[in-house]
T-cell receptor, first 110, second 114 residues
Framework: EDQVTQSPEALRLQEGESSSLNCSYT??????LFWYRQDPGKGPEFLFT???AGEEKEKERLKATLTKKESFLHITAPKPEDSATYLC???????????FGSGTKLNVKP | DGGITQSPKYLFRKEGQNVTLSCEQN?????MYWYRQDPGQGLRLIYY?????DFQKGDIAEGYSVSREKKESFPLTVTSAQKNPTAFYLC????WGVGTDTQYFGPGTRLTVL
């Protein structure tokens, strides 16, 4: 069964303390893996799309990487404004839907 | 500005009423989606549409209905058959093609049953 699991569910960091969020997936033929940021009461904001193992993408303090079974979202020297829920989703060649994980709620303390 | 708009932002429904949530996009995307988000849970797919006049049920379609008469619009009706409709509803759209089908979201509608 195709599925997406994110860990940890919640993460508390001090400002400047780097860490990583994990997204493990099971899909028959990965077409794309997507990372989003969601602030409370708002729609998810697109961050990255990764298409093949070994691919990496960066944006400011965020870097997303992809292997054949999981993706990591690395946060370097986070700031309080990075606090949000980060969602991971996958899409496979065998279906026309996106499957989402439950998200990691990140809290960065000043 | 290109984007996805949802209205209203907040919606209150009495039990037994049908309500319709609006979703419009000007991104020229072929595919559109409706998701439901409950506190502490991931997004669950209600319906999706790949082209005009065609749509498919998602994982939790019972108690909901949709139409896709125009490429830009994909309204969602929450019917009285939906027993627990209080949730945050998100509309999304995407292109349709390998390497291009990233999904973008609207700002959401929060529905509360009184």
């Amino acid at each position: 069964e195709d599925q997406v699991t994110q860990s940890p569910e919640a993460l508390r960091l001090q400002e400047g303390e780097s860490s990583s969020l994990n997204c493990s997936y099971t899909v028959s033929g990965l077409r794309g893996l997507f990372w989003y940021r969601q602030d409370p009461g708002k729609g998810p904001e697109f961050l990255f799309t990764l298409y093949s193992a070994g691919e990496e993408k960066e944006k400011e303090r965020l870097k997303a990487t992809l292997t054949k079974k999981e993706s990591f979202l690395h946060i370097t020297a986070p700031k309080p404004e990075d606090s949000a829920t980060y969602l991971c989703a996958v899409k496979g060649y065998n279906f026309n839907k996106f499957y989402f994980g439950s998200g990691t709620k990140l809290n960065v303390k000043p | 500005d290109g984007g996805i708009t949802q209205s209203p932002k907040y919606l209150f429904r009495k039990e037994g009423q049908n309500v319709t949530l609006s979703c419009e996009q000007n991104l020229n995307h072929d595919a559109m989606y409706w998701y439901r988000q409950d506190p502490g849970q991931g997004l669950r797919l209600i319906y999706y549409s790949q082209i005009v006049n065609d749509f498919q049920k998602g994982d939790i379609a019972e108690g909901y209905s949709v139409s896709r008469e125009k490429k830009e619009s994909f309204p969602l009706t929450v019917t009285s058959a939906q027993k627990n409709p209080t949730a945050f509803y998100l509309c999304a759209s995407s292109t349709w093609g390998v390497g291009t089908d990233t999904q973008y979201f609207g700002p959401g509608t929060r529905l509360t049953v009184l």
